[in-house]
């Protein structure tokens, strides 16, 4: 790819994104998914798992987390919105980063059918045991807390 845009999603968003940090200054987007946001589309993208909109929390957390991005925000169906932006800019292909919610793979499925996209692994937060609930934050933060504490020092003086 001489010319990607990228596509940052709600699983890295810092300035240590991956895809930020391979291709700087080149056009991002990160869509508020319009169906997500209602609770028409789980989460975890198990059609059987009941979905819930998501809470204004959320949504504040993700937009405070967005504008320290050099990223446009976009909302709609997130495939549909990234294809746009991406024949907008005249890109040749698509990177973002790995994820494990399956929404975002059903995305990259789909956006495959158009152009090329490089998934780039995403160096984990901590390192946990086991499969991970991502449904919750606070399930997480149980389990990785102890974690991130464990290896922290208070400074001296």
């Not at 940052?8 to 391979?22: Q, S």
């Not at 056009?27 to 993208?45: E, I, Q």
Request: aromatic share 8%; net charge negative; charged share 20%.
């Amino acid at each position: 790819m001489q010319r990607p845009i990228l596509w940052i999603h709600g699983e890295a968003l810092g300035p240590a994104n991956p895809a930020l940090v391979a291709h700087p200054g080149r056009p991002a987007v990160f869509v508020f998914d319009s169906a997500l946001l209602l609770g028409r589309s789980a989460s975890t993208g198990d059609p059987s798992s009941p979905a819930e909109p998501v809470s204004l929390k959320r949504i504040g957390f993700l937009y405070e987390c967005l504008l320290e991005l050099p990223v446009s925000l976009r909302r709609g169906d997130v495939a549909e919105e990234v294809l746009t932006f991406a024949a907008a800019h005249g890109a040749d292909g698509i990177v973002t980063c790995a994820s494990n919610d399956p929404r975002v793979a059903r995305i990259t499925e789909t956006l495959l059918r158009q152009l090329p996209v490089q998934v780039l692994a995403v160096e984990p937060f901590v390192q946990l045991d086991g499969p991970v609930d991502l449904g919750r934050f606070s399930r997480y933060w149980r389990r990785a807390e102890p974690q991130v504490w464990a290896g922290w020092r208070e400074p001296g003086p």
